[in-house]
């Protein structure tokens, strides 16, 4: 009578292990298979798409179909949070690091603290050999 228990048993986190790996990590999702760089202190701005906000401490731009550059915020940033718009200030061509970020939420008019960015670093596909 333990056998057939331990099949439905199984049977059953069979069917919850699916769902799971279906919510993959954004992060993994969008950098896994990428190589990191070394990180620096400014990217060009003309170069870059996004961004995109994965949680409150970590923002992607998107360079090239090849490259993704991954930023880490020095310090929790309250209100940064996927869906939320964020309100860059640019100080010439470049994107650097301590540059001051703020979010707002959509239909919203009241923007949220300021933020400071970090180092980015590169994240780029394995070439093909």
Known sequence: MRAPLAVILLAALAGSAAPAASRQDPLDRELGGRIAGTPVDCVDNSRLMG??????????????????????????????????????????????RNDRVRTIDPGSIIPGPTCRLGKFTPYDKPRKK
């Open 51 to 96: 961004p995109q906000v994965i949680d409150d401490r970590t923002i992607l731009y998107r360079e090239s179909g090849l490259r993704t550059w991954r930023n880490d915020l020095p310090e929790s940033c309250p209100g940064l949070r996927p869906n939320t718009v964020l309100i860059v200030n640019v100080y010439g061509s470049q994107l650097c």
